[in-house]
Nanobody
Framework: QVQLIESGGGLVQAGGSLRLSCAAS????????VAWFRQAPGKEREFVAR????????YYADSVLGRYTISRDNAKNTVYLQMNSLQPEDTAVYYC????????????WGQGTQVTVSS
């Protein structure tokens, strides 16, 4: 089992920045993909960014490419999402998720952290 705990959400003005953290426990993530998703009110959950723990390779949704950066800290077993140039449309609950390499479904999810961007 993997437990994921997100933190770092909050209220920020448009153009501002936030850094989200996803702390993992239970297992080391060397064989996992870790991703961030978000869900805005009345909308479906959408993929934001992903990192392959072993190689550190990353992939982003077009909507955040160039503004968000996903990274990991091996020693802390933690994944970060640096969010810059935030816009009101980035307002959502952000979730961290993990899956074993080769799996199609993200098996482990955090509880989410609210990000609100005011105009």
């Amino acid at each position: 089992q993997v437990q994921l705990i997100e933190s770092g959400g909050g209220l920020v003005q448009a153009g501002g920045s936030l850094r989200l953290s996803c702390a993992a426990s239970g297992r080391t993530l060397s064989s996992y993909f870790v991703a961030w998703f978000r869900q805005a009110p009345g909308k479906e959950r959408e993929f934001v960014a992903r990192i392959t723990w072993s190689l550190g390779s990353t992939y982003y949704a077009d909507s955040v490419l160039g503004r968000y950066t996903i990274s990991r800290d091996n020693a802390k077993n933690t994944v970060y999402l640096q969010m810059n140039s935030l816009q009101p449309e980035d307002t959502a609950v952000y979730y961290c998720a993990a899956k074993l390499s080769g799996r199609s479904v993200y098996e482990y999810w955090g509880q989410g952290t609210q990000v609100t961007v005011s105009s």
